[in-house]
């Protein structure tokens, strides 16, 4: 009967005492909890009092907002001075992100690396403006870019970051942080003809406080991804920024990120075909294969290949069939490039193509160097490949020059065919070892 009661009172025991653990286990989470808000709210509030103390701030955001939200006013209103505003509060908020400035060296060699931009370190502009359409641009024009076609980034030399030029209240939750300051919105605006105009008040944007976060977030996850080497920005940024992370391979070159090569070409819409390739599919795929630097050279992404390769097998071939088409009925119809721009894109990718032919899993006979050889060299390219010697390219001269010397496979089926050989017509030819109607 003792042991008995002993027992049930040790059991209650430790029932409270393990009672007493869950809870100092829960208050102790609780206060942590808040002492994590206290942190992240004295640092919030701290990042607001350095933003309200820079200089001009008031006068700038008072006059844009005032202005308005209707882009087509932007260019006409806005002038060095808000980029001037506009890059101090971003540079705050970076700080206050734990961005990692980076030195002028690396800055210089990434920008280099990723947009092909060399900075001019005796150049006395503050901001340089990068465009996806390689435009050397030396305007004094600041203006918020909506186009879908042309995306603008400024490089913010001397303070090593990035930024597109966004209005105040785009970065800036101005309704929120000057909550007792009354701003002047008027529904119209007088332009400088003294013609009144309606225009869109910001107060009165749906979601405004939504978008300035995502706002913040782009401009924090930019940086963090491309100069400080943080690959946990890849997610965010492909959901949230898709838009300019394929800029960078697509528009840019920069293919150095396998991870996002990857990306890109998996999200480019390359549909099987059979005949022929539609005339857009292949003109997104000249955009993965090579790009135009500012000074008018061709710069073939290498990487671009060696991915497509890695992808390729002898039953998974569309990205094989591709280029062989870009080869055979586009490439020469890409107006913007002459004849020798032309001849170093040819170059590459036949050299890629031809290693097709040396593959037993393969063999695409006369596909790649053979149909060129015969039915898009008139001489021209060859003059060019010699001219430059072969580019480089170990076994190119080895390669077309035994293609030349091949006989035709298709001498004694032209009149099978619609015309000149297509790269399907070599596709089938190898997988049955004889011509296919």
Known sequence: MKINLIIAILIVFLYNCNEDKISYSKKNKTREKSMVEERKGAKENRKIRNIKEIPDLLNTLRNQVKIGANT???????????????????????????????????????????????????????????????????????QYDYSNINSNVYIVDKKNFITSFLPLPYILDYQNIYRDIPFEEPPYIIDSMGEITMTLRWKDIEELPQQVNINQKVLISRNKYLFNDDSSQF????????????????????????????????????????????????????????????????????????????????NKNLYIMYIAEYLANKLEHEKELNISLKAKIAAYLLYWGESFKYDKCYNYNQMFMGHFYRYKDDGRYEKEFKKNNYYGLHKFKEWYEASKREKNIFNHYDYYLEGVPQPIDYYLYSKNNKYVI
């Open 72 to 142: 087509k006013f932007f260019s006409n209103f806005y002038s060095k001075k808000d980029f001037d505003v506009l890059v101090s509060i971003e540079e705050i908020i970076l700080k206050s992100s734990g961005f990692e400035f980076p030195n002028q060296e690396i800055f210089d060699e990434k920008i280099k690396s990723i947009f092909g931009k060399v900075i001019d370190s005796q150049s006395e502009n503050s901001y340089l403006k990068i465009s996806s359409l390689k435009e050397n641009d030396k305007s004094s024009k600041y």
């Open 235 to 314: 997610s965010w940024l492909i959901k949230h920024d898709s838009r300019f992370m394929r800029s960078l391979v697509i528009d840019f070159g920069y293919t150095e990120d396998k991870k996002l090569l990857k990306w890109v070409i998996e999200n480019t819409k390359l549909p099987n075909f059979y005949k022929h390739a539609n005339d857009n599919d292949l003109e997104e795929l000249g955009k993965l294969l090579w790009t135009k630097d500012y000074d008018g050279n061709v710069h073939i992404n290498q990487n671009t290949l060696d991915v497509f390769k890695e992808l390729s097998t002898p």
